[in-house]
């Protein structure tokens, strides 16, 4: 099992900053996409951006040029840096992760979601 645990997150005002963070924890062979999605009020979830074990990002273009994502591997950890942040960025974000497992002697597939945190951009 893989536990996801985020920290950040809160209330900024328009043009702000925050830091998302996302750890994962359990019996981890490897990580392969790490990934955060938001999901604002009577929407679907939506990507916000991903990256790959050999560090290749992929953005929302909503989202380009002002979020930038990151990871520590030694740490099992993803950043989310967010900046310029907008009204339209409001929304619960959740970390994705996917990779292996040591269960055993074998080695099995996993992805987990984290528990969501609250972004909320307001004057």
């Known amino acids: 099992q893989v536990i996801l645990v985020q920290s950040g997150g809160g209330l900024v005002q328009p043009g702000g900053s925050l830091r998302l963070s996302c750890a994962a924890s359990?019996?981890?062979?490897?990580?392969?996409?790490m990934g955060w999605y938001r999901q604002a009020p009577g929407k679907q979830r939506e990507l916000v951006a991903t990256i790959t074990s050999g560090d290749i990002t992929n953005y929302a273009d909503s989202v380009k040029g002002r979020f930038t994502i990151s990871r520590d591997n030694a740490k099992n950890t993803m950043y989310l840096q967010m900046n310029s942040l907008k009204p339209e960025d409001t929304a619960v974000y959740y970390c994705?992760?996917?990779?292996?497992?040591?269960?055993?002697?074998?080695?099995?597939?996993?992805?987990?979601w984290g528990q969501g945190t609250q972004v909320t951009v307001s004057s």
């Open positions: 359990g019996s981890i062979f490897s990580i392969n996409t």
């Open positions: 994705n992760v996917d990779g292996k497992v040591v269960t055993g002697s074998v080695l099995a597939n996993f992805a987990s």
